[in-house]
């Protein structure tokens, strides 16, 4: 099984920045899709910043301009920048990879983001 390992959570204050990672047991260029979600306490999980193999990076709108996913290929990892953090930004975050070729989906533990008020 493929096993994705997030790290990078905590505890911020509101304006404060992070930044999340998640290093893959397989590379990340057999994945069609990286992507981060997040779920908050009485929420549904939702789809913050994903990563197609080939194309430009596509966000939520309520992040647009304060987070960016990224790729380091050297250390196979993961990365979301998050800025300018928000007390709704406070959630679990997910780290998932998606391969079309078997429509297989693997995701991540989940690390806390917390952003106090």
């Known amino acids: 099984q493929v096993h994705l390992m997030e790290s990078g959570g905590g505890l911020v204050q509101p304006g404060g920045s992070l930044r999340l990672s998640c290093t893959p047991s397989?590379?990340?260029?057999?994945?069609?899709?990286m992507a981060w979600y997040r779920q908050a306490p009485g929420n549904q999980r939702e789809l913050v910043a994903r990563r197609l193999r080939f194309g430009s990076p596509d966000y939520a709108d309520s992040v647009k301009g304060r987070f960016a996913i990224s790729v380091d290929n050297a250390q196979n990892t993961l990365y979301l920048q998050m800025n300018s953090l928000k007390p709704e930004d406070t959630a679990v975050y997910y780290c998932?990879?998606?391969?079309?070729?078997?429509?297989?989906?693997?995701w991540g533990r989940g690390t806390q983001v917390t952003v106090s008020s």
């Open positions: 397989e590379t990340i260029f057999s994945f069609n899709v």
């Open positions: 998932n990879a998606f391969r079309t070729s078997t429509s297989e989906d693997y």
